[in-house]
């Protein structure tokens, strides 16, 4: 298992993998993948990461800003996803260290996760991993004409804006 800086040549690997995120109806509201163009934009250019197994992209994870106001620049949302094969081997954990770890790194006090409450294994995953549920958002959104609820989580950083 190797974790590495997520690049443009990982881009179909990933890209793949949200696609499969997105097929399983519990993983986002979103239902089609972006190109790398609007992905890359939409993500911080840091704290992007993948783990290869084999060489193969086994599962990736980067943050966005939760806003553009200054008084936000410590504060980011966390997207991970594991490609279907390598699910329940942990790599979602070891993945989720190394990228609260680089966000640190990077001046992020606060990482932030919404979760659809059906994501039972991403739930699991940030509880595991320190973040603390601060509520749920009933009926936020719509994923082929049902409502969703998402549930928020946060991981306040011990070591950056203490």
């Not at 790194?105 to 919404?114: E, F, Q, V």
Request: aromatic share 8%; net charge positive.
């Amino acid at each position: 298992m190797n974790i590495k800086k997520l690049k443009i040549k990982h881009w179909e690997a990933v890209k793949y993998i949200y696609e499969a995120g997105i097929q399983t109806g519990n993983a986002t509201l979103e239902t089609t993948a972006p190109g790398w163009e609007t992905w890359n934009k939409n993500h911080l250019k840091h704290s992007r990461l993948i783990c290869e197994i084999d060489e193969r992209v086994a599962g990736w994870c980067a943050i966005t800003a939760v806003s553009d106001r200054c008084v936000y620049e410590g504060v980011a949302e966390v997207s991970i996803y594991i490609h279907p094969t390598f699910k329940g081997l942990g790599i979602g954990y070891v993945l989720m260290e190394h990228l609260i770890n680089e966000s640190e790194l990077n001046g992020i006090w606060t990482l932030h996760a919404a979760i659809l409450e059906e994501n039972k294994a991403s739930i699991r995953l940030h509880e595991k991993s320190g973040f603390r549920k601060i509520g749920v958002r009933e009926k936020i959104g719509q994923l082929n004409g049902i409502w969703r609820n998402i549930v928020l989580f946060e991981k306040r950083s011990k070591v950056v804006g203490v």
